[in-house]
């Protein structure tokens, strides 16, 4: 026997970049995380050949769950085409061999940031959000140890005081993303800065969401049909963005999260922010065979 | 098709990293051995914040980053993060410590002697601007003393515990892999103290000195003297398998004790990888303030340690240069409503002469 054959050829990184031992860790936090709906768990948070707060948390899940065989979506605000969405699909493609795609559908791992597709998703897709700040309960306990004996506690007075003065001062809750949710009605959690018209697409959802914070090195998840419900008052009913009735100026499409676009003349137009499902539609106006899936909201609302 | 996917984005990336690299031009073997043999301080802190001690790279990191020292880190830490942990070195003390520079504040002389070895300290601060005339700059040839001091030297702590003036701790015996690695694990609250030092070491000089500068003015219970600052080569002991100890080289180190005056004596301490004393004089000082009851947050262990991490403090900064549409969308809804709200109301008052009482339920 040769020490040759005891040793693989040398290269210069690992699949999917990250050693095995980091994968493993990374599959036993996210496992846990899993277990314990909305927990946040704590895990070593590696470095990546990208900067800390550009996305580190989700990239590092992303990298544990690739495969050879692995569809990967990439998204930024809604949009494929952003530029840091490009270059995270660029480098999973680089070190995973995976096959990147731009289709919801088509996807196994959707990595976004800020946005949950427009389209369902299904059981066998993963949903990885990406997240700066895990704490929902940072603004009111910036010390992370004593937040996590609130959790612990399941004390989260301070939480519903904040939206009470909002209300109080302002008459509205003025809360507009990462909105705090309860999940599996114990831990409340930040569903990650998506807006709120994306909140409820979370509850007894039929695909995993695994949200990961790099840099803050926590990593927490809602597994599949697992409540999330918006912290709201039994009288003041939660409300999404006004964008029920806004048109798609490129794509005609109405009643979808929007991205509002100041005009030279004072006003606005509007296009879809999930931009991949915009395409489809303007294919499918220019009768190209093109599969839209269910989508959450149907004429602006909810079912 | 009339409409065409844009890619614009993944063209601008491109061209935008190919811009910046172009204007740093190639980078050859000979600017990679100037830049390690020109600014061994620069490499010493590129190493120390990276926790990596490889000067040929952090060399060729600070070449390729054009010397942006937080891309220099992240490029280092980044590599090092995929290498495999192989063997835990043997514990070096004081006394292994091969010193080239070891002075104290508390004392006017000490076991050893004071060594002022290398250092800039008591220089006038003058450019030598003939170099750039075409002039070279030559060095004074350094006389060697008449009697070479020892290479190891002893440690200052041992006279003192001796002296009954600090309580000595019994060191623990833990087994290598059983010692905490704050690159394989999370850092969580109160941190172990082998967490603390492992994130002094790896610190962002500048971040560090800052916090600790605060804690020396005044925002801070401990006034701290610097009981030893050792600049030295520290022996990379290995254990073989069959239990042979043996040398696989040397790093620089620096390393610092202050001792407070304030109630008993009490230490701090910091050390990291190559030769950067201010960082290890600030890191020394908020280890000790942060061990005090009721911290400022200029010492608090959790402010500390967050806040001096330089790839994360750094990416983060950094990231606000990313979209943030949807959620500023987001907000813009909410702040539009109240702004509705208010015309409505006004609208109201104007028309009822005197305010209604709000019995409409309270929408979102």
């Given at each position: 026997m040769k020490l040759q054959e005891l040793t693989k050829p040398w290269v210069a990184f690992n699949y999917g970049f990250l050693d095995e031992s980091a994968k493993r860790e990374m599959r036993r936090r996210i496992l846990k995380a899993i277990a314990v709906p909305g927990y946040q768990v704590p895990y070593a948070s590696r470095e990546v050949p990208i900067a800390r707060g550009w996305g580190t948390g989700g990239l590092q899940v992303t990298l544990t769950l690739l495969k050879p065989t692995s569809v990967v979506k990439v998204i930024d605000q809604g949009s494929d085409d952003s530029v840091n969405a490009s270059s995270i699909r660029k480098f999973v493609g680089r070190v995973g061999g995976a096959v990147e795609t731009e289709d919801t559908m088509a996807a196994t791992i959707i990595q976004s940031r800020h946005r949950i597709p427009e389209e369902k998703l299904r059981e066998d897709q993963i949903l990885v959000l990406q997240v700066?700040?895990?704490?929902?309960?940072r603004a009111v306990q910036p010390d992370l140890s004593v937040a996590r004996e609130m959790h612990g506690d399941a004390d989260y007075g301070q939480l519903w005081l904040v939206l009470y003065e909002q209300l109080v001062k302002?008459?509205?809750?003025?809360?507009?993303?990462?909105y705090p949710s309860m999940v599996n009605r114990r831990h409340v959690m930040t569903?990650?800065?998506?807006?709120?018209?994306?909140?409820?697409?979370?509850?007894?959802?039929?695909h995993l969401t695994i949200l990961s914070a790099g840099r803050e090195k926590r990593i927490f998840a809602v597994p599949p049909y697992t409540s999330v419900e918006p912290l709201v008052f039994d009288d003041v009913p939660y409300r999404v963005e006004d964008h029920q009735d806004k048109t798609c100026y490129?794509?005609?499409?109405?009643?979808f999260f929007m991205n509002e676009l100041p005009q030279d003349d004072g006003s606005s137009q509007y296009e879809l922010s999930d931009s991949h499902f915009g395409i489809k539609h303007i294919r499918k106006s220019e009768a190209e065979p093109v599969a839209i899936g269910e989508t959450w909201y149907n004429n602006g609302k909810m079912d | 098709m009339a409409y065409v996917a844009t890619r614009g984005g993944e063209y601008a990336i491109e061209q935008a990293e190919r811009l910046f690299r172009s204007d740093l031009g190639p980078i050859t073997r000979e600017r990679v051995e100037a830049v390690r043999t020109g600014l061994p301080y620069l490499i010493d802190r590129v190493m120390g914040e990276a926790s990596l001690y490889e000067p040929d790279l952090a060399a060729l990191a600070l070449a390729q980053a054009g010397g942006d020292l937080y891309e220099a880190i992240l490029l280092l830490r980044a590599y090092r993060t995929t290498q495999p942990r192989i063997a835990v070195a043997e514990p070096v003390g004081q006394t292994d410590l091969f010193t080239v520079r070891l002075i104290s504040a508390a004392f006017k002389d000490i076991p050893g002697g004071q060594i002022l070895g290398p250092?800039?300290?008591?220089?006038?601060?003058?450019?030598?601007?003939d170099v750039l005339k075409g002039e070279d700059y030559v060095p004074e040839p350094v006389i060697p003393a008449a009697k070479p001091a020892p290479a190891t030297q002893p440690s200052l702590t041992s006279w003192q515990k001796a002296q009954g003036l600090i309580p000595g701790h019994a060191a623990q015996d833990v087994a290598p892999d059983d010692i905490p690695d704050l690159t394989r694990e999370p850092l969580l609250f109160p941190a172990a103290r082998a967490h603390k030092l492992q994130s002094l070491a790896r610190s962002d000089t500048g971040g560090t000195l800052a916090l600790g500068y605060a804690t020396m003015r005044g925002y801070s219970s401990v006034h701290p003297t610097v009981n030893e600052l050792r600049l030295a080569e520290a022996p990379v002991r290995m254990r073989h398998p069959c239990g042979t100890v043996f040398s696989a080289g040397r790093v620089r180190v620096s390393q610092t004790e202050v001792i407070s005056k304030a109630r008993e004596l009490e230490l701090g301490f910091s050390a990291t990888f190559g030769w950067n004393e201010v960082k290890v004089i600030a890191a020394a000082t908020l280890d000790l303030a942060s061990?005090?009851?009721?911290?400022?947050p200029a010492a608090n262990e959790e402010f500390v340690l967050y806040h001096t991490e330089p790839v994360e403090s750094s990416g983060f900064c950094i990231h606000f240069k990313l979209p943030h549409y949807v959620t500023f969308q987001s907000s813009l809804d909410a702040l539009r409503r109240v702004k509705a709200d208010k015309s409505a109301d006004a609208a109201k008052t104007a028309v009822n002469e005197k305010p209604a009482a709000r019995q409409e339920e309270v929408a979102l």
């Open positions: 700066p700040d895990p704490e929902p309960l302002s008459g509205r809750i003025m809360q507009g993303s990462s569903p990650s800065p998506i807006p709120r018209w994306d909140v409820p697409k979370l509850n007894q959802a039929d490129r794509s005609n499409v109405t009643g | 250092t800039l300290d008591y220089s006038h601060r003058l450019l030598q601007v061990s005090q009851p009721n911290p400022h």
